[in-house]
């Protein structure tokens, strides 16, 4: 049926089909459900408890970040950027990548700012997806990349990683391949488990999406958040996968600005035209100023303010590990990100409910300490064994929280 007939009337019968939909959600929309995430945070802001549910990052903010965004403010970069994002802030992010991680990047052609790491997983999806194909992620994943590809009508296909140290079995991603499959989706490191992916686990997934001929979309964002003997490598820095891996990365954790939204993707230039086209049509641009404040921040701070970030999360990781385990929790310790998945088994008698998502909310009851149901990270009936904190909180909440946890026992 023509949207409208010559001259832009409707015709009698177009009216009654209308008339025959009535008014009602999508068919998506009564499917979908509050972030777990969200839904914590809300109920600990009711209580006035501490928000170790969501990844807020409420540490500090490098002055040169801050002063630069109010000075872009003062100085009129108020109003839309290019598409892509200011030139200074795309060269600036080539320039790092090509230091850090060794992957020579073309900053006109191959590098997209976006309005944060979440934008940029919905516009590469829509760019490179279309209903029906398969994508496959490792499980525990991150809820929103769930829940963006199932609004596409993309299917997500769990692949299980084996706990407790998140092994990747690289059959069971084999397994897991059929025609539909498109792409794969590694978070490393990740959210919620802070698994870093090992050189040899990424480099049995880059043969296979080889063979199979898949993209790979790698989310960075927490790549400045190592700890121990862990390194970080970019699946795009292997033999054969430049074309193919989609980088999505930002700045929202590592400048502490999760509310400024600036995120980016590099990719191969055939693919950036088509990514851009569905950034500028859902979001148009990242907010300007916060653009040219944080491209101050990569400028100016260089390979010491990466290492002290690592560092002083590393500290607060080992302070959350000690409060989990004096309240009875078995934490899970994690190699990057900072984020902590705990098993709750053996506090039966102490937290009430059967699922994760009733033992976190008799947790914030006892403790004024919010986290949030790990089966919010996994297909349904698994994962209702663990909670996740995030430590990424000023150390005077992080000390507070951690008091509190300890009155559990």
């Given at each position: 049926?023509e949207?409208?007939s010559?001259?832009?009337?409707?015709t009698?019968?177009?009216?009654e089909?209308?008339?025959?939909?009535?008014l009602?959600?999508s068919?998506?929309?009564p499917?979908?459900?509050q972030?777990?995430?969200?839904?914590?945070s809300?109920e600990?802001?009711?209580?006035?408890?501490?928000?170790?549910?969501?990844?807020?990052?409420?540490?500090?903010v490098?002055?040169v970040?801050l002063n630069?965004?109010a000075?872009?403010?003062r100085?009129?970069?108020?109003?839309?950027?290019?598409?892509?994002?200011?030139?200074?802030?795309?060269r600036?992010?080539a320039?790092k990548t090509?230091r850090?991680?060794g992957?020579?990047?073309?900053?006109?052609?191959?590098?997209?700012?976006?309005?944060g790491?979440?934008?940029?997983?919905?516009?590469?999806?829509?760019?490179l997806?279309?209903?029906g194909?398969?994508?496959?992620?490792?499980?525990?994943?991150?809820?929103?990349?769930?829940?963006?590809?199932k609004?596409?009508?993309?299917?997500?296909?769990?692949?299980?990683?084996?706990a407790p140290?998140w092994?990747?079995?690289?059959?069971?991603?084999?397994?897991?391949i059929?025609?539909r499959?498109r792409a794969?989706?590694?978070?490393?490191?990740s959210?919620?488990?802070?698994?870093?992916?090992?050189?040899?686990?990424?480099?049995?997934?880059a043969?296979?999406?080889q063979?199979f001929?898949?993209?790979?979309?790698?989310?960075?964002?927490?790549e400045h958040?190592?700890?121990?003997d862990?390194?970080?490598?970019?699946?795009?820095?292997?033999e054969?996968?430049?074309e193919?891996t989609?980088?999505?990365?930002g700045?929202?954790?590592?400048?502490?600005?999760?509310?400024?939204?600036i995120?980016?993707?590099?990719?191969?230039?055939?693919?950036?035209?088509?990514?851009?086209?569905f950034?500028?049509?859902?979001?148009?641009?990242?907010p300007s100023?916060?653009?040219?404040g944080?491209?101050?921040?990569?400028?100016?701070?260089?390979?010491?303010f990466y290492?002290r970030?690592?560092?002083?999360?590393?500290v607060?990781?080992?302070m959350?590990?000690?409060a989990?385990r004096?309240?009875g929790?078995?934490?899970?310790?994690?190699?990057?990100?900072?984020?902590?998945?705990?098993?709750?088994?053996g506090?039966?008698?102490?937290?009430?409910?059967?699922?994760?998502?009733?033992?976190?909310?008799?947790?914030?009851?006892?403790?004024?300490?919010?986290?949030?149901?790990?089966?919010?990270?996994?297909?349904?009936g698994?994962?209702?064994?663990?909670?996740r904190?995030c430590?990424?909180?000023k150390?005077?909440?992080?000390?507070?929280a951690c008091?509190?946890?300890?009155?559990?026992?």
């Amino acid at each position: 049926m023509e949207a409208l007939s010559e001259g832009g009337v409707w015709t009698m019968a177009q009216t009654e089909v209308l008339k025959g939909r009535g008014l009602g959600l999508s068919e998506l929309a009564p499917r979908l459900v509050q972030s777990e995430i969200r839904a914590m945070s809300v109920e600990s802001d009711r209580v006035n408890g501490v928000n170790l549910a969501q990844g807020v990052c409420d540490t500090e903010v490098p002055q040169v970040v801050l002063n630069g965004a109010a000075a872009a403010m003062r100085d009129g970069h108020n109003i839309y950027t290019r598409l892509d994002g200011i030139q200074r802030l795309r060269r600036a992010i080539a320039e790092k990548t090509e230091r850090m991680q060794g992957i020579v990047v073309d900053p006109d052609h191959e590098v997209l700012v976006t309005s944060g790491a979440t934008g940029a997983f919905h516009a590469v999806a829509m760019a490179l997806f279309d209903p029906g194909d398969e994508v496959l992620l490792f499980e525990p994943y991150y809820g929103y990349h769930v829940g963006t590809l199932k609004s596409l009508r993309v299917t997500p296909v769990a692949v299980e990683l084996e706990a407790p140290e998140w092994k990747l079995d690289l059959a069971r991603v084999r397994a897991a391949i059929t025609p539909r499959t498109r792409a794969v989706v590694v978070n490393t490191p990740s959210n919620p488990a802070g698994k870093v992916f090992t050189r040899e686990e990424l480099q049995g997934l880059a043969a296979i999406a080889q063979e199979f001929d898949l993209f790979l979309l790698t989310d960075e964002i927490y790549e400045h958040f190592i700890y121990g003997d862990a390194k970080h490598l970019s699946p795009a820095t292997l033999e054969g996968m430049r074309e193919r891996t989609i980088i999505m990365s930002g700045y929202s954790k590592t400048f502490s600005v999760t509310g400024w939204r600036i995120g980016y993707v590099i990719a191969d230039a055939k693919w950036i035209p088509a990514i851009g086209y569905f950034h500028d049509l859902l979001y148009v641009c990242a907010p300007s100023p916060f653009q040219h404040g944080v491209a101050d921040g990569v400028e100016q701070l260089g390979q010491t303010f990466y290492a002290r970030l690592a560092l002083d999360h590393e500290v607060k990781r080992e302070m959350l590990v000690s409060a989990l385990r004096d309240a009875g929790l078995t934490p899970h310790v994690p190699d990057g990100a900072y984020y902590i998945l705990a098993s709750t088994t053996g506090l039966e008698g102490v937290l009430e409910g059967v699922t994760a998502a009733q033992r976190a909310r008799s947790l914030l009851a006892k403790t004024g300490v919010a986290a949030v149901a790990g089966s919010a990270f996994f297909r349904p009936g698994k994962g209702e064994d663990l909670l996740r904190f995030c430590f990424a909180k000023k150390d005077e909440d992080l000390s507070e929280a951690c008091r509190r946890l300890r009155t559990l026992k």
